[in-house]
């Protein structure tokens, strides 16, 4: 994702929200890869860690499915700026269930 100035707080940095969703975007789609057909995931709890500000620029999130049951599933992402700094470290939890679409 690019960050622009619509993307900033009042300090002129991304703003946290923002980093946060795209964490857990990432969490949320590494277990995706792993869900049987007809499953479906909701985050119910997720964790940010802020490691470092991020200015406009370039960002990139990835997830990592850490462990993918029949109900519970545990993910992890990093948001990390164009240059490979660390700026936000997550933790989710996901529950699983069945798709009612």
Do not use: C, F, K, W
Not at 27 to 33: E, K, M, S, Y
Not at 43 to 64: D, I
């Amino acid at each position: 994702m690019d960050i622009a100035d619509h993307h900033l707080n009042v300090q002129g940095l991304a703003h946290g929200g923002m980093l946060a969703t795209l964490a857990d975007t990432a969490a949320g789609l590494a277990v995706r890869t792993r869900l049987d057909p007809g499953r479906r995931h909701v985050t119910v709890q997720l964790n940010v860690n802020y490691l470092s500000p991020a200015s406009p620029g370039r960002v990139l999130a990835r997830g990592r499915a850490v462990r993918v049951g029949a109900q519970i599933a545990v993910a992890e992402a990093e948001v990390t700026d164009e240059r490979g700094r660390a700026l936000v470290h997550a933790t989710a939890t996901l529950a699983v269930t069945a798709d009612r679409g």
